[in-house]
């Protein structure tokens, strides 16, 4: 029997994930992509910006280093006036890093015997993709079934246009060789904070402007709060119910004007504005794609979008834009084509994190959900600050919250605002995803001294007999 012909439109984690299913369920897979596999994520956003925050969060360890008892040559023990970022060395290093992470999945796809062609793909039709290759010629590729998955790109507005140089977004910082002596982020959600953690603790001034009244609108107010106030007391400031207007340049100076008509200037300016899906011109609605607000591809929960055979996954769906979630729609719909076992996408199951410094990681059901009455649940919150190790390593904002259900017990979400709270979630997310009640997490050892001792710890304080 001749194999199920599936042909991919981008090659980010949401295509690349899905065509490694594929062929390894026997199909004869074609990838179409622009810019390089590995997509923005591997090129332009989570694996430089967290190379990037590798670096700021060396120089932020090293700057509250002198209460640990480490102290700098040709200092007064004052580690932030003696270390520098050398930002053009930083920024070849997250390049190449992309680079090699992208030729490396390029090797892995090859190796699965995967076909890349590399140029723009669009729906002749819901059976068909036209490839208009980078050498100019074109091919269409009769399809089986044809997943898209295009991504996003940074939403700009008339009034704030990036130049590359001054006003930037944020797939363009890493072309930046000077650093900015004055930094303004306009902003706050993940991307925005994320960005205003890291430059601050690279060492560089920063405003970051935001529309809401507190930082990361979206995530746990408890977290958000932390947040600010170690952004804050680190030296940040933090105009809330500040809307932008426009953002201007002048010379060397980058002006930003807020709605009230209150102006901030810096040196540099980074928009982070939220995303908006690579989805025209794509012959989408012509083949029987139905898009919902924004222009987002609507699918259901094993990624079909209403036109028979034609999948969608990852940011140009709007369903969650993270890469984990990408993959995870790219696989379904491969596993769903091709007639394997296949769960529905489980949103409560996913666990994200805040790359801010401390992170804030978070997995199922919210705080905001419980107080909103959508789902009843007991909630204990546990400050780091009294976890040995904390106390050792000089850690003293973060904690862990749990929710669990009043009757049995079970774990429906959890928060950990911390350092490396993006591992230390995981516990949380195999509770969350087996069921496990609070006691089964309690009981589980933990290592002394541990910051996951803390999540051992909560769970105790919802034992109830
Ligand atoms: C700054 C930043 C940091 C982030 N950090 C994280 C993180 O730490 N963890 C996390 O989970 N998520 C993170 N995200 C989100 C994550 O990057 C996205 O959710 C993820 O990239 C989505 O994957 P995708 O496959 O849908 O699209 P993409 O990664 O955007 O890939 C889409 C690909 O399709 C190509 N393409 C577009 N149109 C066409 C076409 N017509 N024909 C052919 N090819 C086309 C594009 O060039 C691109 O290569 C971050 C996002 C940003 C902005």
Same mark, same amino acid.
């Given at each position: 029997m001749a194999s199920e012909r599936v042909v991919i439109i981008g090659g980010g984690p949401g295509g690349y994930e899905a065509a490694h299913v594929a062929a390894q369920l026997g199909a004869e897979v074609t990838v179409v992509d622009t810019d390089g596999v590995g997509g923005s994520a591997v090129l332009t956003d989570c694996v430089p910006s967290k190379t990037l925050i590798a670096t700021a969060e060396v120089m932020s360890e090293l700057a509250d280093a002198a209460e640990l008892g480490v102290s700098f040559l040709d200092t007064e023990g004052d580690a932030a006036t003696a270390i520098r970022v050398d930002l053009a060395r930083l920024n070849a290093r997250v390049k190449q890093l992309a680079a090699d992470q992208s030729a490396d999945i390029g090797r892995r796809l090859a190796r699965d015997g995967v076909t890349v062609l590399q140029g723009r793909g669009s729906l002749a039709g819901p059976d068909r993709v036209l490839a208009q290759l980078a050498d100019g010629t074109e091919q269409v590729l009769p399809a089986d079934a044809i997943l898209l998955a295009t991504g996003a790109a940074p939403r700009t507005l008339p009034t704030a246009q990036p130049d590359g140089e001054?006003?930037?977004t944020w797939e363009q910082v890493y072309d930046l060789t000077e650093v900015p002596t004055e930094l303004i982020v !306009?902003?706050?959600?993940?991307t925005g904070a994320e960005f205003a953690s890291a430059y601050l603790n690279l060492g560089i001034p920063v405003t970051l402007v935001s529309s809401r009244d507190r930082v990361l609108p979206g995530e746990d107010a408890d977290a958000a709060k932390v947040l600010e106030d170690v952004l804050t007391r680190r030296g940040m400031k933090v105009l809330?119910?500040?809307r932008m207007e426009s953002v201007t340049r002048e010379g060397d100076t980058v002006t930003v004007t807020l709605?009230?008509?209150r102006t901030v200037q810096g040196s540099h300016c980074i928009l982070a504005l939220g995303s908006v899906p690579n989805t025209a011109g794509l012959g989408l609605e012509e083949a029987g794609v139905n898009l919902k607000d924004g222009g987002f591809v609507n699918v259901d929960r094993v990624s079909r979008t209403s036109a028979r055979g034609v999948y969608a996954a990852g940011d140009c769906t709007g !369903?969650?834009?993270l890469a984990s979630v990408a993959a995870m729609q790219g696989r379904i719909a491969?596993?769903?084509?091709?007639?394997?076992a296949v769960q529905p996408l489980d949103l409560k199951t996913v666990s994200s994190n805040v790359f801010t410094a401390p992170e804030i990681a978070t997995v199922g059901w919210s705080q905001h959900a419980v107080d909103a009455g959508e789902i009843q649940a007991e909630v204990v919150m546990l400050p780091l600050s009294g976890n040995p190790r904390a106390k050792m390593q000089g850690v003293r904002d973060g904690f862990v919250k749990l929710l669990c259900r009043p009757g049995t017990r079970t774990i429906v979400g959890g928060v950990v605002v911390g350092p490396r709270a993006s591992e230390l979630i995981h516990p949380v997310s195999v509770a969350v995803a087996e069921s496990l009640t609070a006691d089964q997490l309690a009981q589980a050892f933990t290592v002394y001294p541990s910051m996951s001792g803390s999540i051992?710890?909560?769970a105790r304080r919802l034992h109830r007999v």
């Open positions: 001054r006003i930037l !306009v902003g706050s959600g993940v809330s119910r500040s709605t009230d008509g !369903v969650l834009m491969m596993w769903h084509f091709l007639g394997d051992a710890e909560a």
